[in-house]
């Protein structure tokens, strides 16, 4: 169990357009949502957290309104990057926590490689 | 404020020696550790994690580490390495951000290279 997915795995797009990726929990309902944020050879930078039907909580530095991030259900997050730049290809992880009341691990999705020409 | 290093960017080490990768951490309050592999294009699989109890932890694929709090450290082992086990691994700590959300922060990684 703890099955994470994201799609899509690899996507390429124009300067200026928008992008949105989805992160699911395919087995098990996620309150709580993370988004990260990988240049290659580096670690991960924790961009910003999302609780189910509230306002995600972004960290110091990262632009809410150019990530924006929707977790409209307890399996589902989206983060789009909009008019994204050359500077914002990277790749994205998602990752999701169950329940609350209590640590539980975080579970990984396999990431997102997002290419802006 | 917590953080995590890792001591070693790059870890060569022939098939079937030994392995070491070196991780401490800082933090105010009580935390928990997890060491993760990433293969190449590839999301983080967890390989281990320390909640509380004994403080040496096994994990999969033959790795584990052990949590020496008057160190902080926790340093990730495996007897004997295969070519499989090339990969980076990342050390986190998280600790309770409030509200049941537990935040993680990442080390910057070793390479692992398993020399045939």
């Known amino acids: 169990g703890a099955v994470v997915s994201q799609h899509p795995s690899w996507v390429i797009c124009k300067s200026g357009t928008s992008v949105k990726i989805e992160c699911r929990s395919l087995?098990?309902?996620?309150?709580?949502m993370f988004w990260y944020r990988q240049f290659p050879k580096q670690s991960l930078m924790l961009m910003a957290t999302?609780?189910?039907?509230?306002?995600?909580?972004?960290e110091q530095g990262v632009e809410k309104d150019k990530f924006l991030i929707n977790h409209a259900s307890l399996t589902l997050s989206t983060l789009t990057v909009t008019s994204a730049h050359p500077e914002d290809s990277s790749f994205y992880i998602c990752?999701?926590?169950?329940?609350?009341?209590?640590?539980?691990?975080?579970?990984f999705g396999p990431g997102t490689r997002l290419t802006v020409l | 404020a917590q953080s995590v290093t890792q001591l070693d960017s790059q870890v060569p080490v022939f098939e079937e020696a030994p392995v070491e990768l070196r991780c401490n951490y800082s933090?105010?309050?009580?935390?928990?550790l997890f060491w993760y592999v990433q293969y190449p294009n590839q999301g983080l699989q967890l390989l281990l994690k320390?909640?509380?109890?004994?403080?040496l932890v096994k994990g999969i694929n033959g790795f584990e580490a052990e949590f020496n709090k008057s160190q902080t450290s926790f340093h990730l082992r495996k007897p004997s390495v295969h070519i499989s086990d090339t990969a980076e691994y990342f050390c986190?700590?998280?600790?309770?951000?409030?509200?049941?959300?537990?935040?993680?922060?990442f080390g910057k990684g070793t390479k692992l290279s398993v020399i045939p």
């Open positions: 087995d098990f309902q996620a309150t709580t």
């Open positions: 986190a700590v998280s600790e309770d951000s409030g509200a049941g959300s537990y935040q993680l922060t």
């Open positions: 999302s609780n189910e039907g509230s306002k995600a909580t972004y």
């Open positions: 320390y909640l509380s109890g004994s403080t």
């Open positions: 990752s999701a926590q169950r329940g609350t009341g209590g640590f539980d691990t975080q579970y």
């Open positions: 933090s105010s309050v009580s935390v928990y």
